[in-house]
């Protein structure tokens, strides 16, 4: 069975004079990272066996090629994630971004990932789709 992944809209949990405020994860993280775009940049082209990952994008626009590797000839999905948006890719689902515009990306894994020590590409496992 093919899960098709779906972007949500952030909305604003709280609003009063002083501006907005909104929860982005509401679930245990364990790393929490920001990744910049420039235009027509490629980043990920991998996937995860443990860690699921959140992406918010907070400017910019992108392009998500995203394949669920556990079921047998599983078509790739394309997203466009506008900023403001949010999707989660579960554990052994490949994920690629191209930016469509310069970009900002909020992302965090429910595995850790030390800055740039050896487990930071522990969980990353880089194929071609």
Not at 39 to 52: E, N, Q, W
Request: glycine share 6%.
């Amino acid at each position: 069975m093919n899960i098709k992944l779906k972007k949500v809209k952030i909305k604003s949990a709280f609003s009063d004079k002083r501006g907005h405020i909104y929860d982005i994860w509401t679930e245990a993280v364990h790393h929490i990272g920001i990744v910049t775009f420039a235009k027509g940049a490629v980043r990920a082209k991998h996937y995860h066996k443990l860690s699921s990952q959140n992406n918010y994008l907070i400017k910019g626009k992108l392009k998500l090629i995203i394949k669920n590797l556990k079921v047998k000839n599983c078509p790739p999905q394309t997203i466009i994630i506008n900023a403001g948006e949010m999707i989660t890719v579960p554990a052994n689902w490949y994920h690629a971004f191209t930016a469509l515009a310069p970009s900002l990306l909020l992302f965090s894994t429910s595995g850790s990932r030390k800055h740039g020590g050896k487990d930071y590409e522990k969980d990353n496992y880089r194929i071609e789709i």
